[in-house]
């Protein structure tokens, strides 16, 4: 079971808050969930890698160099995701009945609307493991050979090198994108992925097309992270059926699961897209 | 020896030409190289890579489509360079002493200016390999821990996937960008650089910071290649004296060499920046 719930707020009075709000965005999905199931909200805290949830950072407002101005009254919206279906019922339940104020960073925000209704908005969505691959595996018509991705918060990918040192990669290379989601996916989905998607990525999946640029953000404890926003397409060598529908599959999952690392803390936040890429040529 | 020349053209009458003049960049240099030297020329001609040469596309005029809408009047450049001596001594005497005119894809075009003076434009150069090295090995000061380079026309890396088929890697990797310079180093320089240059670019270099995007250029025979254009900065994990002017040694290069395939079509146009990287970071 996937949720993703967007949480549209405003403040009344004007409130100048960091840019990066993920890891406030993480206290308060913890918090929200440990009002209504606190084994839960304890075992997510203290859990390891990979996590059934993402959260946004806070998106509106107008940024002023590190900081991001809220002005009386317009509204931001953030969003947190379910992986698994103890997480998403709780997403729904808050849907359905959402909190009239909640706090980041300090700051009182008026929840003006709570959704997972994708009709709703374009981050709002719910769907079923087993209904997402059905969807998409069994479609009519020919297997798309291009994916096209947008990575809208930064994206990056923690590996180490050959010398056994940490490296962020920033760029969206097949095999980590497709790698990262796959990951996620064996971890909660009911239904088995082919493992062998890996090396299919790594193998017959290029990058066709991207616009993309670093963003660093600065997280609370004083650290930072680099990651890319922008679109990618990703194209298939072969016109293989199944592998190609995986890909798909995978992507659509990137709305609920994230890409990369720190997706609890704002970071890779993504979306397929439908449309043809644009502006990313001449 | 190392030259840069720039040839500043102009039309009488409007032309429209294809975006990608790489090609008849090519063939104008071989016709100019033939009418001085026609054996260096058929050498170059007939050659495998790598090619001690480059040949920018033609820049200026106004996209339109997959065309380029030259005003009469109306001034753009092309540029040639050299990597050894051979071919960089043709290019400053085409220097002192330029055609009249040129022809480029069928269109005859005035030569209105000819250079390898850094002072007289940005893209124009010329310097010894030694010259170079000495210049940045034994620069005073602290080692830099940043590279940044330009790429300004489409740049992209031929490698062959686990599956060994030919793809295409349209990202600033840095094992990619340096291993490309460092092999057209190797070829045609008279001082070497220690071939671990590779490996430390593998483990100990990263990406900092990208603003990149694919354009995908169209070549006469009906082929196109997809490569980034854009800026990238590189940063070395640990500061160690000798690899991190090497990589400042390598990047000044890539103004000669061009970076990664088809740069004697055009591609790979690529040049180190000394000043900080803007419009990356918000």
Known sequence: MLASLVLTVRTEHEAVVPRNLGWASHALFLRLL????????????????PRP?????????????????????????????????????????????PPAE????????????????????????????????ERILHAPGPVPRRVRLEFASPTTFHTRNAAGQRVNIPLPLPHL???????????????????DLRQYAQEMVVLSRCSVRTRTLAFKEGGSETGFVGE???????????????????????????????TTMGMGQAMRMLEPCAGTDQ
Not at 34 to 49: N, Q, T
Not at 56 to 78: F, K, N
Not at 177 to 194: E, I, M, N, T
Request: proline letters at 5%; a negative charge.
């Open 34 to 49: 440990a009002e209504r199931d606190a084994g839960l909200a304890g075992e997510l805290h203290d859990g390891m890698a």
């Open 53 to 97: 949830f993402t959260c946004s950072s806070l998106v509106g407002g107008a940024p002023q160099g590190p900081m991001l101005r809220l002005a009386p009254g317009a509204q931001a919206w953030l969003r947190f995701t379910g992986l698994t279906a103890p997480v998403s019922r709780h997403l729904l339940a808050i849907a359905a009945n």
């Open 102 to 133: 909640v706090e980041l960073d300090g700051q009182v925000l008026q929840v003006c609307a709570a959704t997972v209704d994708a009709q709703a908005h374009p981050w709002a969505a719910s769907d079923g493991y087993r209904e997402l691959c």
């Open 177 to 195: 994108v497709f790698g990262s989601l796959l990951d996620r996916w064996q971890a909660f989905s009911p239904v088995a992925v082919d493992p």
């Open 232 to 262: 990618a397409v990703f194209s298939t060598l072969n016109a293989d059926r199944y592998w190609g529908r995986v890909l798909q599959v995978l992507a659509a999952y990137a709305l609920y699961a994230g890409v990369g690392a720190k």
